[in-house]
């Protein structure tokens, strides 16, 4: 036994060390991805339920380090983001979507949304930043959607809650939209939401009732789901649903009146140009 107890806190320390290893190893790899134009981004739309018609484009932030196998972005934003590049990270990703997002806009008149980090957020020159971009890419502010998290919104103390608030109605007077993400996850209080400048907010796949084909949906499972379009609507905020899977999912959510949803039912985020052969195409539903 008294062997075994020195082993684990070998196996301990070992682990700490190749963690250490790996979080200097990534923070390297996102540096070299900076400079190298290592990073893509892929769109994955968002569908209209009413007509079937991609009403908006999410950029998601893709990473392959040479050689190497793709790291999803759940594995290294979080590194990125206590390394301190997510500032870099997130210009980059920033410029990117709103370069390539602009004939798209011009075109068929759809709009990108763009993930926001915590650190963005809480970064006061934040504002001059989205509005530099839109100026030098020429997408018109109503053309863009910024996606932040209940959760980057309450970690933080109630001043800097306050700044960051303060920041988002600045921009969203000049006409850029603001979604909440992945809602329902958080801990933000209702009362706090009405008081949240936002336009949309973007249901959590964790809310979207698992489709039991012909068992149906479980009605204990709709409660949720129906409870947070209702919300949205009396809000009279726009709601998405993430991760609808199923022809059953869509239909169930079509009728709990959700106005847009996005999933691997619909379509798999894809690089740019696939996106354009989807935009110019028929519609999917
Ligand atoms: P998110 O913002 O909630 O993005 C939606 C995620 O759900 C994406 O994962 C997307 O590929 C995935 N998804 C879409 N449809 C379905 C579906 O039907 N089923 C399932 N199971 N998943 C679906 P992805 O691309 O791996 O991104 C994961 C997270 O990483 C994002 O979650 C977001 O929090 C973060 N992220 C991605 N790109 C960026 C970025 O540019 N900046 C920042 N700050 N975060 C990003
Ligand atoms: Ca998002
Ligand atoms: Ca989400
Ligand atoms: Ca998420």
Redesign the pocket.
């Given at each position: 036994a008294k062997g075994a107890g020195k082993n684990q806190v070998t196996v301990y320390t070992d682990r700490l060390r190749s963690e250490r290893q790996d979080y200097a190893q990534t923070v390297a790899g996102l540096r070299r991805a900076l400079k190298d134009d290592g990073f893509v981004?892929?769109y994955?739309p968002l569908v209209e339920l009413a007509t079937g018609a991609v009403r908006g484009v999410?950029?998601?932030?893709r990473w392959t380090p040479p050689g190497q196998r793709p790291v999803?972005?759940?594995a290294f934003?979080p590194i990125a983001e206590q390394s301190g590049l997510?500032g870099a990270?997130?210009d980059w990703?920033l410029r990117r979507a709103c370069t390539e997002a602009r004939p798209w806009y011009e075109q068929h008149g759809t709009t990108v949304s763009?993930?926001?980090?915590g650190p963005?957020l809480r970064d006061p020159g934040f504002p001059d930043t989205v509005l530099q971009v839109l100026h030098d890419t020429g997408l018109p502010p109503r053309a863009l959607t910024l996606?932040i998290?209940e959760t980057d919104l309450v970690a933080t103390t109630m001043a800097e809650a306050d700044e960051v608030v303060a920041r988002l109605v600045k921009i969203r007077e000049w006409g850029v939209r603001v979604a909440i993400?992945?809602f329902g996850t958080g801990y933000s209080s209702l009362s706090y939401l009405r008081q949240l400048p936002v336009d949309i907010l973007?249901i959590?796949?964790a809310f979207i009732p698992p489709d039991r084909g012909d068992a149906g949906f479980r009605p204990d499972d709709l409660t949720l789901t129906r409870a947070i379009v209702d919300l949205g609507a009396s809000l009279r905020l726009t709601t998405v649903a993430?991760?609808?899977?199923t022809a059953g999912q869509a239909e169930l959510l079509r009728r709990l009146n959700c106005s847009l949803v996005?999933?691997?039912?619909f379509y798999?985020?894809m690089p740019a140009l696939e996106l354009a052969a989807v935009l110019t195409g028929p519609v999917a539903v």
């Open positions: 981004l892929h994955q999410e950029a998601l932030l999803p972005p759940d934003i997510i990270i997130g990703v763009v993930n926001v980090a963005q996606e998290t993400d992945d973007k959590d796949r993430e991760g609808v899977e996005q999933g691997y039912h798999r985020p």
